[in-house]
């Protein structure tokens, strides 16, 4: 059966309709995909003392992040600009991170406790993990006695430690495949509220700590 003159003349016009009609319900019920425990985005903050060395020219760096729950693994994506060009760098999920929420310092701060090697990746470029990530990330070690542990925080790492030498750096960090990185460059900061980081989107604030939902 055809469809009435106006829409088999103007398929768009029925759709684009729709589509305003959807938009203007989620509009009206901001926290319906904040509150979604499938789906998450933030964004990652840079290494303060290292920003010299890491951005071009004019430009500020830029890392963004947004993770998939799915089955049977998650979808992270983290998108780079603003970079120097030819910078290469090393992604790890850790258990901490050295920035408290509002950017300031973890005082007395020591380790990143737990880390996993999760990736390799170009200035300005982006990459896609697909993994266990969201509210289950976990690694344990019997022999060392380490518990069962979450890495809920996404960093990366210079890859190479001339990088970073022109800001001050002068040593290395075990954060590549050959154990001889550079510096922290990004990093997540943790939540206010719950303290956990990010790859935790269904927190369980009953508890003192707050504990993620698996």
Not at 68 to 91: A, E, H, I, Q, R
């Amino acid at each position: 059966m055809p469809l009435p003159a106006p829409f088999s003349r103007r398929p768009g016009t029925w759709w684009c309709l729709a589509a305003a009609v959807i938009l203007a319900v989620l509009l009206m019920q901001p926290d319906l995909a904040s509150s979604s425990p499938v789906v998450g985005q933030f964004l990652l903050f840079p290494n303060a003392k290292f920003l010299p060395c890491l951005a071009a020219p004019g430009q500020t760096p830029t890392a963004v992040v947004q993770v998939v729950k799915g089955d049977p693994n998650d979808t992270l994506t983290l998108s780079t600009k603003g970079f120097k060009p030819g910078v290469n760098f090393d992604v790890f999920t850790v258990e901490r991170s050295p920035q408290q929420a509002n950017g300031s310092p973890v005082p007395g701060f020591t380790n990143f406790g737990l880390a996993w090697y999760q990736s390799d990746l170009q200035a300005n470029s982006s990459v896609v993990l697909k993994t266990i990530l969201v509210n289950q990330i976990f690694g344990f070690d019997p022999d060392a006695s380490l518990s069962p542990t979450n890495t809920f925080h996404l960093g990366f790492w210079f890859n190479s430690p001339a990088d970073a030498a022109p800001c001050g750096f002068n040593g290395v960090t075990p954060f590549n495949g050959d154990h001889n990185a550079g510096p922290l460059a990004f990093i997540s900061r943790p939540n206010a509220t719950t303290g956990l980081g990010p790859l935790c989107l269904d927190p369980d604030t009953s508890t003192s700590p707050a504990h993620c939902n698996a």
